[in-house]
């Protein structure tokens, strides 16, 4: 069964994505941040540009900062941002 979670996309990766957010099933094969990052990349382009490993990127679960090995739940809130944001 599909695991429903929202996300959040920021700044740089905003704009180049041209989204700011969204709610997707995400595979059963996809359990952590980092999983949703390479489920991501799978799209093609631009998400597999924009969120490509090896890439500057910071990620949040449930608006707090995690590593790739943060475990994602259902209707949790998964974010990417590049490193420095401006104001």
Excluded: N, Q
């Excluded at 500057?56 to 420095?84: K, N, Q, S, T, Y």
């Amino acid at each position: 069964m599909a695991t429903t979670i929202e996300l959040r996309f920021f700044a740089s990766v905003r704009e180049k994505l041209g989204i700011s957010e969204e709610k997707t099933e995400v595979p059963d094969s996809v359990r952590t941040v980092g999983d949703v990052r390479t489920w991501l990349c799978s799209r093609g382009e631009p998400w597999s540009e924009v969120l490509a490993e090896g890439r500057a990127l910071r990620m949040a679960l449930d608006h707090e900062m995690c590593e790739p090995e943060a475990e994602i739940h259902a209707g949790c809130e998964v974010a990417f941002f590049p490193p420095v944001t401006g104001g």
